[in-house]
């Protein structure tokens, strides 16, 4: 438990830095789970500020085979991120790792079925290394 409160606050912090609007919808979300007293779901979140578990399934480079063409991650639950960047947390991060991952936004006015652009923050709850990358590398309606 102890854990998980540590990687929700680095998750947290990475994904709003400063945003008010950011950190009410993690508070909320955070309250609304500790009241329940139940575990935490499973899988990716999908309403901002939530949070669930899952665990690093891959480290990859964004393009395969280019190791310094940046950071890419999959989580157990379908969770993904990319980055341009080499991420140091995601370097430090295992397979297996548990995780927890932290919807912050969604895109907004896409065109219908592309939903690319929603932005995470992950915690690895091994290292308490944390993240915060959109799941794709163009924004919903672009390239």
């Not at 994904?15 to 919808?25: I, R």
């Not at 690093?56 to 980055?83: C, H, N, P």
């Not at 080499?86 to 430090?92: E, H, K, N």
Request: hydrophobic share 45%; net charge negative.
């Amino acid at each position: 438990m102890r854990q998980i409160e540590r990687g929700w606050l680095a998750a947290r912090n990475a994904g709003c830095g400063k945003d008010v609007g950011c950190l009410q919808a993690f508070e909320s979300a955070q309250l609304a789970w500790l009241r329940a007293a139940a575990p935490l779901p499973t899988g990716l979140p999908t309403r901002p500020g939530a949070c669930q578990m899952a665990a690093v399934a891959k480290i990859v480079s964004r393009l395969e085979g280019m190791a310094d063409s940046g950071s890419a991650v999959e989580e157990t639950g379908g969770g993904y991120q990319v980055s341009y960047d080499m991420i140091a947390a995601i370097s430090r991060a295992h397979a297996g790792d548990a995780a927890l991952v932290c919807l912050v936004s969604l895109p907004s006015g896409c065109p219908p079925n592309d939903d690319r652009g929603k932005i995470y923050a992950v915690a690895d709850l091994r290292t308490l290394g944390a993240w915060s990358l959109p799941d794709a590398e163009h924004m919903c309606g672009g390239a």
